[in-house]
């Protein structure tokens, strides 16, 4: 188990009030033990002027479910984590529909994590592939 | 010269219209020969949980920037470009006011561009840095 | 099946021939249907001067794999790829022993591949991850 | 200033011996108040199958070049830095002569660094792009 306690996604939903999460439309749906998922619509909050997905749509999913999964590992009082740097393939583009983000740790350490975030579309077709690492910073 | 011909602002800020662009509230406000640049603001449109600039509002920004200035290159009759991948390196947290993003070629090849955009703060210091391979797609 | 034909260890060697590949110690060893592992050891061939890996050492590890693996897949009279960009995640420091890298598809287009490669000791855990993204280019 | 003292190209070579710095023929040649330069030859060392430099090639030269850079910025009694990640765009071919890599701070935090390397041809032209980040870590 890498998250500290079973997910609420209640209470992961609460995070969205006020902030890019919800402004996209991005929603957590499912979590396991150490997996997140979320979802994402395609419309006009999401799109580049060619009608497609914006690659940066996906990307601030990816960064928000890695975000958040670090989050989930971490307890509150004591640490908090920031994203260091982010890297994402655009590999299918897409125009209608809703996407579907997981993010997965690909190393969890006291000082810095890598999460692997993978977008697919309807049909569990690669959308966009992504790396986050976070940093863990002690609370002062 | 990069771009085909002097940018005009106004039909550059045309294409934000029914998107994720205009969503976010990037506006384009410069641009030279061969750079362009933008300004996004600090609000519940790009925060993340903690009330700081969401990494892919950043990454958001970045993409618009590199596409678009990809873009301009390019006779659109012709020819497309279509963002194959991104990274950025988050530098500093910033809570409040406005970011500014300059989009400037590191290489523009037939088949592949490569961009630049740094991303700062009011006080021109760094928030983020990221590097765009753009593929150009001749069109049907 | 990615690759066109099943790979002979025996030709990929033959590859090694004259090029950093061999001048590090990397060798092929072992391949499926769409997938490539080599050995690198881990002696002042691959250290940095702490007397570690050196984090190049992983990325030509990764490199070799994803470009010998990405021209497995094409038509050597038709096509050849080069590497267009890569990126890497350190996630452990190691000093003795070989490592272990397979490559396997993310994404395999007409015109782009985007390859992910797995680097791990010899407990198999990650040392590094790494992807590749190819440009599929006509020969002329 | 960012590096702690002036900068000893001699003992900054010294730490060459015995590691893949020196396998490769990598050599620093000059350096200023907050960047670091280093060649490296393209011959059977740093080609590929094809002839041309190896992309890993050029990333074991920037990471060289980010690392070493960091460590002139710390006081070796009481910290080290570790590569995190990095990320490079190949943007040339290139078959012979020598490549000459130059490395820059973008941000020199206390527990991280960001730097970037840029790789040119002997008539300056880029072939390679490159960012690394760094952990800043206590001695224990």
Redesign the interface.
Known sequence: MTFREPVSLKAVNA??Q????D??GIVFTEAGDDWLRATMPID???????GLL????S??????LG??AGLLCLDPERE?C????????????IREGIVTGTARP??I?R??H?W?IRIEDEEAR?VC?S?L?L?V?PRR
């Open positions: 995070l969205r006020n902030t890019m999460i402004h996209l006009k909050r999401t799109r580049q002027p060619y914006h690659g940066g749509a990307v601030a999913l990816a960064e928000t975000s958040v908090v920031v994203g260091l740097d982010i890297n994402a393939n655009h590999v299918r583009g690909l190393h350490g000082s810095t890598v692997e690669l592939i790396r690492t940093a910073i």
